[in-house]
């Protein structure tokens, strides 16, 4: 018995985030991004605990993403010039979806994974996103320090845990 005890997972319950459960090398729990509920939440940390800076700025960001969604729209939307010209050319159906603002891509995107990791020696939040005009891709916009470094085209998926 108590060797299955050892291999099992570890979890914490936190106040805010609620159950996590350490898995495939991150904290992983639920999280909601304004509509958008229970997204799978990863949260680096180590064996014993999930890291404490990153615990707070997974805590905070669903009360400061409707701030960061202007600067995401708009890099959104920069994803969406090529499609759009090809669209314009006549190579896409003319069904496909039109956008004319970084205000207008929300109806066409919907937030699927938080990461909340060190990414290029800091400590840096990806929120991945499918895009009605990228069916190819999950995107991820990269943060650190509240505000948006990069718009990556093309992230893995994260596994619904």
């Not at 108590?2 to 991150?26: E, K, N, T, W």
């Not at 939040?125 to 093309?154: K, M, Q």
């Amino acid at each position: 018995m108590a060797l299955f005890g050892l291999l099992r997972s570890p979890s914490v319950s936190d106040p805010i985030l609620g159950a996590l459960a350490r898995s495939r090398g991150y904290w992983r729990g639920r999280a909601a991004l304004a509509a958008h509920r229970d997204l799978p939440l990863l949260i680096a940390g180590g064996r014993e605990a999930p890291d404490s800076a990153a615990l707070v700025l997974a805590r905070e960001l669903p009360a400061r993403y409707p701030t960061l969604q202007g600067e995401i729209g708009t890099a959104l939307f920069e994803h969406y010039a090529p499609y759009r010209e090809a669209m314009d050319a006549g190579e896409l159906d003319e069904q496909s979806v039109r956008v004319a603002s970084g205000a207008e891509v929300w109806p066409h995107v919907t937030p699927v994974h938080v990461i909340v990791a060190p990414l290029d020696g800091r400590l840096t939040i990806e929120i991945g996103y499918a895009a009605a005009w990228d069916i190819e891709h999950t995107l991820g916009a990269h943060l650190a320090d509240w505000r948006l470094l990069r718009l990556n085209g093309s992230v893995r998926r994260v596994a619904r845990s």
